[in-house]
Every structure is written in C-alpha cells, then in structure tokens.
C-alpha cells in the first residue's frame, strides 16, 4: 500500500537525511538536495490535505444521512445551558 501518507513519512526521513548532511557539510549540493526534498513534502502535505478534506466530506454526508448529526448535536454543551 503505497498511499499518500506512506510517501509523505518516506519523504519525511529523506528529509531528514538531507536537512543532516547540509548541516554535516554546507554545499551548493546538498542545499539543492535539502530544498528538493522540502518541496516534495509541501507537493505531498497539500495532496493529503485535500484527500483528508475529502473524506471528512464523505463521512459527514453519511452521518447526516443517519440521522447521528441531529441526536449529537442536542448533547454539545451548549445546547445545556
């Protein structure tokens, strides 16, 4: 399974090798490796984001749906006092 949250964790330590050895090692190289591999972490934060928003959406349709939304809504704190 080779998901979105999968690459964004892989992308995650590839990071995280590169961010040392620029630290290790300043170079015009390594700079570009570093900030490559930031780009692709924003590239696939983004996508995740999106696909979270989604599925929220989803999820929230189908407790409306049910009927939950209006029995757990009567329960919030407010609707107490």
Known sequence: ???????????????????????????????????RELRTLITLAKTRQYEIKDTYKVVLEDIRESGKWDSNRRKSKKAKE
């Open 1 to 35: 399974m080779n998901d979105t949250h999968d690459q964004l964790m892989k992308k995650v330590l590839d990071y995280l090798d590169a961010s040392e050895d620029f630290e290790r090692s300043p170079s015009e190289r390594s700079k570009r490796r570093v900030r």
